[in-house]
Each structure stands twice: as C-alpha cells, then as structure tokens.
C-alpha cells in the first residue's frame, strides 16, 4: 500500500484576523503552532511515518512542517520546497479583510473570488510593495510564470507540472510521502485525485493541519481517501472555513 497525506499549514496570524493571505508571507499563530505539533501526534498515533516531504515556499507552510516532523521524531527525512505549492495568489485582495471585503462587495462577490474555478481577483502591479517580483526567494521563477493574481484554475496549472512530475511518480520508489501547502495548493490536487467537476471544488473546504489521507494500490491507483480526526469536529472546522468570507 502507498500512501500520501495532504495537509495545509496551521493556523496562520492572518486566519486568525480573517484577511486574505495568498502569497503573503505570514507566519503562523500560537493556536497554529499548536495544531501542527497536534497533527503530528495523531500521525504518529495512527502509525502513518513518512520517508519524503514537500512543502511551499511560504513560512506559515514551512513551520507547520517543521512542528509535524519534529513531534514524529521525523526531522531527518529530505524535504523539499517548491513556489509551485504556494497558496493561491490573491492579487490586490491580499491583506484585506475577508468579512468587511464582503460587506462592501456582498458574499456571493467574494465566494467567487475564493472559491469559484476561473474568476481571479484584480492582479498586483508590479510596483506594489506586496508584489513577488520585489521578492528575493521568486528571483529563478521566470517573468511570464509568476502570478500577479490567479483563479483556482490558474494555481492548479501552476501546482500540477509538479505534482505530476515530482512528487506523485515518487511512490513509485517510496511508500508514505507528505505534502505540507495551503488550501488552494491543495484543493487542486484532491480535485485531481478525485475527479471532482468544476462546479464542486467549490464546496471543498480543508481546514488547518487535518491530515487527509490518500491511500493508493501498488499499480498507484486511489483506493482510499480518509480525513484523520473526529468526523463531526472536522465537520465544524470546514463550515468555519466555509463561514470566513461572509459579511458580519
């Protein structure tokens, strides 16, 4: 049996004040700390190891998967850290308020710009100060593939050259690989996994540092997929998640 574990980073310091955080480099919050020692306790409880880990190139990301690998006693395996699992790049969104944004534009307005499939906010200028071009770590990422603001559907064609030619033909060698990213990262390669339509990737909503869990045949094809946790507290967490972007 192969196996790898999907899980987005813990509580971030702007979940916690509600703003849009794309490619926005924040760190994580005491709670989020907090959850991602959690989650690798209840890893290590259900007797899920790891031999390689991926992660994005974003702290709140990083950290969580630090925190996971050190409460597994796992902090020598190889990690690596790709732009490519970055969090959707939200364009001029990043750093607003999600429910004062929806007070001003309506909750259907901002269910499209987080959830819909092809609707991308407002790009950043290049002469923004929150703008990647201005950012040391995206200096080898060529012009032309660097977002300046991306629907679900343009993160998905950036995460997917990756996934494909890194990180899944890798259970082809190893038996049990994490993947530490953000919820959008991530939303695409379960709609990948999973078959899900268009339409429906919109009412996915991963909560912070919930292992989901894929489970795959020896021939690599999808067998099992299982969140790991109380099914009823997950429940709340995803409609919490769901409930972000909803004017007050």
Wanted: proline share 4%; with cysteine; aromatic share 8%.
């Amino acid at each position: 049996m192969k196996r790898i574990v999907l899980l987005r980073h813990g509580q971030s310091r702007w979940n916690l004040e509600n703003k849009f955080t794309g490619w926005t480099d924040v760190d994580l919050s005491e709670q989020g700390m907090a959850e991602a020692l959690q989650a690798g306790e209840d890893l290590k409880k259900a007797g899920i190891t790891f031999t390689h880990a991926y992660t994005s190139y974003l702290k709140r990301a990083v950290k969580t998967l630090n925190c996971v690998l050190d409460s597994m006693d796992l902090d020598w395996i190889p990690v690596e850290k790709t732009w490519r699992l970055n969090e959707k790049h939200y364009g001029q969104l990043q750093g607003l308020n999600k429910s004062e944004t929806a007070e001003k534009y309506g909750n259907e307005q901002i269910h499209i710009w987080r959830r819909s499939y092809d609707v991308a906010p407002e790009p950043l200028k290049d002469t923004d100060e929150r703008s990647a071009k201005r950012d040391p770590r995206y200096a080898c990422v060529p012009d032309a593939e660097l977002p300046r603001t991306e629907s679900l559907k343009d993160a998905i064609k950036r995460v997917m050259p990756y996934w494909e030619c890194e990180i899944f033909p890798r259970l082809k060698q190893e038996d049990s690989l994490l993947v530490v990213a953000h919820g959008n990262s991530l939303r695409g390669i379960v709609k990948h996994l999973k078959n899900i339509s268009d339409e429906a990737i919109s009412e996915l909503n991963l909560p912070t540092a919930v292992p989901y869990v894929f489970e795959f045949d020896d021939e690599l094809r999808l067998t099992k997929d299982y969140f790991l946790g109380d099914p009823e507290k997950i429940k709340k967490l995803m409609a919490a998640v769901a409930n972000q972007g909803v004017a007050k």
